[in-house]
């Protein structure tokens, strides 16, 4: 079973539409990512919830929306995509309590999204 | 703020060579470090990690020590495989549990037969 999986994995959309990349993990980890990773490899966090809980808010545009409808997922949606946008978006997850458990991170394989 | 500093890739490498990926960290306090592996086409996976000073964090045949005095945490392989090639990644956690990791902008090494 995949612990963290994104969907699609794929995505080729126009320049002004709404999309939305779903995430969900089964681990039973209370927090969950979103990164953005350029297209020179640069990962950046953008968002992190916490039970639901919006807990890490970066400098990102407010067209991107992150939705935590449970602790088991974490969907992110994007307004007006913009030909900027287009990178890959990986969602990840970690386990809440103290030390060094909660900074492992679990990724899922990735979203490419393109925007034309 | 806290940030991580990747030697500049990509790295080329015949089997069996040896592999050193210099990673140096500014932090307040006592991060957490890491090392993450992106194979072609996939998320990334924990590599290895280390928690305090004079750590060794090991596995796959990798190793990295963390080195407070020279802020650093090198990650070396004594002999690299084909299937070694990928993003790595040097990574650090704020201190006091909180969830952000800072991540370096990943080193990409190709291991030729």
């Known amino acids: 079973d995949t612990a963290v999986s994104q969907t699609p994995k794929y995505l080729v959309t126009q320049m002004g539409n709404d999309k939305s990349i779903k995430c969900e993990q089964n681990?039973?980890?209370?927090?969950m990512y979103w990164y953005k990773q350029d297209s020179k490899k640069f990962l950046k966090i953008m968002f992190s919830y916490n039970n639901k809980e919006l807990i890490i808010n970066e400098t990102v545009p407010n067209r991107f929306s992150p939705k935590s409808p449970d602790k088991a997922h974490l969907n992110l949606h994007i307004n007006s995509l913009e030909l900027g946008d287009s990178a890959v978006y990986f969602c990840?997850?970690?386990?809440?309590?103290?030390?060094?458990?909660?900074?492992?991170?679990?990724f899922g394989a990735g979203t490419r999204l393109s925007v034309l | 703020g806290n940030s991580v500093t990747q030697m500049e890739g990509p790295v080329t490498l015949s089997e069996e060579a040896f592999l050193t990926i210099n990673c140096t960290y500014t932090?307040?306090?006592?991060?957490?470090l890491f090392w993450y592996v992106q194979y072609p086409g996939e998320g990334l996976q924990l590599l290895l990690k280390a928690t305090k000073a004079d750590d060794k964090g090991s596995n796959k045949g990798f190793e990295a020590t963390y080195r407070k005095e020279t802020t650093s945490f090198h990650l070396e392989k004594g002999s690299v495989q084909v299937s070694d090639s990928a993003v790595y990644f040097c990574a650090l956690s704020e201190q006091g549990g909180s969830e952000k990791l800072v991540f370096g902008k990943g080193t990409k090494l190709t291991v030729n037969p």
């Open positions: 681990l039973g980890h209370d927090t």
């Open positions: 990840a997850s970690s386990q809440e309590g103290w030390g060094i458990a909660k900074n492992i991170q679990y």
């Open positions: 932090a307040t306090g006592y991060p957490s």
